[in-house]
């Protein structure tokens, strides 16, 4: 069993990678408070909170000692990489997320599972491929810029203090996590 000595932590990945997932069950055996950046900006009927008002909340949220903060808006970045001590990457292939994100669109939509602001995935906005109210739409928008983007990120002199840890397939990530 290793003890991981990090107590703020972001869980990045494109949609559907499984961050919010991960998140939740980091901070439950860690005993960490949950952030989850689509809980802070998605109000009723989707709307979201724009950019100064998620910051806002983004800033009052990991003022705490102890965190897992599930997401990746850019927005937020400038906030919560600085006060965060780990980066946790899932970077997983391309067939791996698109699977994950369909089967967890088909049991929302099923299930009528309430998300955040009481809002519900809707089968028509997800069928809108070319929306950017699409999560699909979202996933092949940014998947390979992820890719891209956050090597480069993880490079900048600012984000040195940051202890990267990438995993490509789930097991990895199951297998460290059970470790913990």
């Given at each position: 069993m290793s003890k991981f000595p990090h107590k703020r932590i972001v869980v990045i990945g494109?949609?559907?990678?499984?961050?919010?997932t991960l998140a939740e069950r980091l901070a439950l055996k860690l005993g960490l408070e949950l952030i989850e950046l689509d809980a802070l900006n998605w109000g009723p009927n989707w709307t979201p909170a724009g950019s100064e008002l998620l910051q806002a909340h983004v800033e009052k949220a990991t003022r705490s000692s102890g965190w897992v903060l599930a997401g990746n808006y850019s927005a937020t970045r400038p906030?919560?990489?600085?006060?965060?001590?780990?980066?946790?990457?899932?970077?997983y292939s391309f067939w791996v997320i698109f699977s994950r994100l369909f089967r967890r669109t088909c049991r929302r939509l099923r299930t009528r599972?309430?998300?955040?602001?009481?809002?519900?995935?809707?089968?028509?906005?997800?069928?809108?491929?070319?929306?950017?109210?699409?999560?699909?739409?979202?996933?092949?928008?940014?998947?390979?810029?992820?890719?891209?983007?956050?090597?480069?990120?993880?490079?900048?002199?600012e984000n040195a203090h940051l202890y990267i840890l990438c995993f490509k397939i789930p097991q990895e990530t199951e297998a460290w996590l059970a470790e913990l």
């Open positions: 494109t949609t559907g990678s499984g961050k919010s906030i919560s990489w600085p006060r965060a001590q780990a980066v946790i990457w899932l970077d599972e309430e998300l955040w602001g009481g809002n519900h995935e809707r089968l028509g906005t997800q069928l809108k491929l070319w929306s950017e109210e699409s999560l699909f739409h979202w996933f092949f928008k940014t998947y390979w810029r992820r890719k891209r983007e956050y090597p480069e990120l993880f490079a900048l002199p």
